[in-house]
């Protein structure tokens, strides 16, 4: 009875033995494959962060080249000096608000009412029709109350209404 025992305990190390060998193997290949994940997300990151300053790039040379199109367009279709300077520092304020620079985009509309022959209130409204067919010409659909509701733009009319 006792040898039966004994080669009971011996099975029963033999299989200790192996489980802790599988287990220490299955632990290794745990580690691998998290050593491997966490490689893969840092490349991963990495080419996101990549991808972001070519899309950012891409959209820096696409607004040169609707500038210079814009530009091209202003120069050939409108004959007065002062209205091409408007219609461009218009554009410029637009495209400005597109990219999320508001303090640029007051900048050029204030800038644009030195070149405009309009009234206030006309240049603020073609302000607005510009900034409309800009965007559409984009393909984009501008948020007017958004845009009319946003604190630079009331600050900007608090601005042009005021007495001198």
Known sequence: MDAINLETTELDQMSVTQLQAALK??????????????????????????LQQVKSHWLQVQTELDRLHYQQFVCTQIPSERQQQYQLLVWEAWSSYRQGEIAQMVNYLQQSLRWSSASKTK?????????TEFSQQKGENLQVRDFTESSEWKKLIFQLTKPH
């Open 25 to 50: 193997k299955s632990q290794d290949h745990v580690y691998q494959l998290q050593q491997a994940l966490e490689e893969s997300q840092f490349q991963q990151q990495q080419t996101q962060a990549e």
């Open 123 to 131: 240049t603020v409204s073609d302000w607005i029709k510009s900034f």
